[in-house]
């Protein structure tokens, strides 16, 4: 197993320049040792464009035939619209349901008790009652604990499944789990007096059985970095990200209008479940698969020579592979689980063996940072809503447009900004060495590029959050939010720097133990935020800000122990938990030198 480490540069083997392709016979030997025994690749169509080693297998393709990133934003848009805008009116439906049963349980032990009568999806001011929030926050505790618990369980899996089956076919499943939930939601909303409001949970369960939205982010990202050169992934990722701020912006007011032109809550619902059957069949039917059956094969057998270190499944379960539906994947859960653990998923994250120190620490940190800003970016809003709300004296119309002035700042700049540094800074510098000597873009692990924006973006957020803990104006707030903004680049590029530390046949796995720590994350953070800031709001409300400025100050220390150019190389073999893993091969050490020329001579 091979790894390139790239330290800086130290020798003079490492400050040797790059000559002008054709000059000397010597020249071409020189190239065709950096870029591999095969040489360069170059694209018959166009002689002077950059290809990409994933998308090989595709070559000759049709359009419609061959994977982007661009199949996914209509689909992504429009699911994670829905999902931004069904946010409100399911906590209201859940709140209006739990209300109205509570009364009618009371009326039922006192007939002589009475009460206004419960209309979904009005207000309700009888509802304003202890009982009845503690009931709720009850209910939305075991709601999201539930769903954070199995999708921590399962996303894993569907990440590294989808490594060996195909992103679509995976992503197909995991909708399911939502059309599950939709369904049982709008069931529950129209015959509320006939199906429980606690068969909601058993949607909950269905949803977080399917990976929830934490699949649905590694599958997407996964299908992505497949498609997606390493020098434009951060960008492409950045698009994906751009689509869930424009849901979480838009999807509330949206939906507020449309439910006040429908004059039904459960009208919502039916649009949600429609986006979800919408992103179904376009998915299996229109969506190209971005894994050639080719690697999808290699990453079977790959997966097959680990399993056998498990030894044979029981004589019963091999019995009856043939005679049961998908036996032969039965066969292999049951190997799976026989070894299961729950966190075996973050082995990943933890290579071993000779010369994997550096890889090692780099996943490590950029776990850490991901699990940081993932962490907070799912769990601080509602406590920050609660926040201006009792500091600014703030209502439902001021709140929501908060909200969605920092979810546009954040669209903005992924789908203006970030792509402009990209090219300055990246794909300009790349299209000049092209014009020279096309070449196939290779896996290089995370440039220096990459961890400026994440360290960037990491220091913006503890300005703006440094800053929530001194500001008492609602302008300066705002203000602090929009610096804060500017952190929607971390989220984009730690996303694409971890797929780049590894070969795209475990990209699904790694990601996958992204997915775990964002699922973990989602039963954690909500705790500590929300008991923070009940314990201190009356004495000094604003500790929370200086917990979110601790956490972001050590994401920021953990960027800086993050090296550029460190990866896995695609043709070397697992190393996590493999203690006999070889050192850098020659091979790689050409390709370290060659990437640490392009640092040495960025301006070529």
């Known amino acids: 197993m091979s790894l390139a480490s790239m330290h800086g540069c130290g020798t003079a083997r490492h400050r040797h320049t790059l000559r002008a392709v054709g000059d000397t016979a010597d020249d071409s030997d020189e190239i065709t040792a950096l870029l591999g025994p095969g040489g360069p690749r170059r694209d018959q169509g166009s002689p002077r464009k950059d290809s990409w080693v994933g998308l090989e297998d ?33 906590l209201n439906l859940i709140i209006d349901l739990i209300c109205q049963r509570h009364f009618a349980d009371r009326s039922a032990a006192d007939p002589k008790f009475s009460y206004k009568p419960v209309i979904l999806g009005s207000d309700n001011p009888q509802c304003l009652l202890p009982e009845v929030q503690r009931i709720v926050a009850t209910f939305m505790l075991i709601y999201s604990v539930l769903i954070g618990v199995l999708s921590s369980l399962t996303a894993p899996k569907l990440g590294a499944l989808s490594d060996r089956y195909g992103r679509k076919r995976i992503m197909v499943i995991s909708s399911f789990g939502g059309i599950v939930g939709e369904v049982i939601i709008i069931l529950t909303a129209k015959y509320p007096d006939v199906i429980h409001y606690k068969w909601i949970i058993v949607g909950a369960f269905f949803d977080g059985l399917a990976g929830s939205f934490t699949a649905g982010s590694v599958l997407t990202h996964s299908y992505a970095s497949d498609c997606t050169p390493p020098s434009k992934r951060s960008v492409a990722i950045g698009y994906l990200h751009s689509c869930l701020y424009s849901g979480l912006a838009f999807g509330p007011l949206i939906a507020g209008y449309f439910v006040e032109w429908m004059g039904s809550l459960v009208s919502i619902f039916y649009v949600t479940l429609g986006c979800h059957v919408f992103f179904i069949l376009f998915t299996y039917f229109a969506i ?11 990453a079977r057998e790959k997966y097959a020579t680990e399993q056998a270190k498990f030894g044979p499944v029981p004589a019963f379960v091999s019995s009856i592979q043939n005679y049961v539906p998908f036996g032969k994947h039965f066969t292999d859960a049951t190997r799976s689980w026989r070894a299961a653990n729950p966190f075996a998923p973050l082995k990943i994250l933890y290579p071993t063996g000779p010369g994997t120190s550096q890889l090692r620490r780099n996943l490590l940190a950029m776990a850490f940072i991901d699990f940081c800003i993932v962490g907070v970016a799912m769990s601080s809003g509602p406590v920050i809503i609660l926040y201006t709300e009792y500091m600014f004296n703030w209502g439902n119309l001021e709140s929501s447009r908060f909200i969605s002035l920092t979810y546009t700042v954040r669209v903005v700049i992924l789908v203006g900004v970030f792509p402009v540094i990209n090219y300055l800074f990246r794909t300009r510098k790349r299209q000049a060495k092209i014009r020279r000597q096309p070449f196939e873009a290779k896996n290089a692990g995370a440039d220096r590029l990459d961890i400026w924006i994440l360290r960037t973006a990491l220091l913006s957020d503890v300005v703006g959050v440094v800053g929530y803990i001194f500001v008492r104006r609602s302008y300066m707030f705002v203000l602090c939010a929009i610096v804060t903004a500017f952190g929607g680049l971390g989220s984009a590029t730690i996303s694409a720097s971890l797929s780049k530390q590894v070969p795209a046949d475990r990209v699904g796995q790694v990601l996958g133990a992204a997915g775990l720590l964002h699922a973990l994350s989602r039963i954690v953070a909500p705790a500590i935020f929300n008991g923070l800031y009940a314990a201190t709001v009356e004495s000094f409300p604003q500790a929370i800000f200086i917990l979110l400025s601790a956490m972001f100050a050590l994401a920021f220390l953990a960027s800086l122990l993050v090296r550029p150019h460190v990866f896995l190389d695609e043709d070397d073999e697992p190393v996590a938990g493999d203690a006999g893993a070889s050192r850098p091969s020659d091979r790689n050490a050409s390709r370290r030198d060659e990437m640490e020329d392009d640092e040495l001579l960025g301006s070529v």
Do not use: C, D, M, N
């Open 58 to 90: 595709f070559e000759g393709f049709p359009w419609w035939k061959k994977p982007s990133v661009w199949w996914l934003l209509v689909p992504y848009a429009l699911f994670t619209l829905a999902f931004g805008g069904s946010i409100v009116p399911k």
């Open 288 to 298: 190209p698969e971005s894994l050639s059956k080719k690697r999808q094969h290699l």
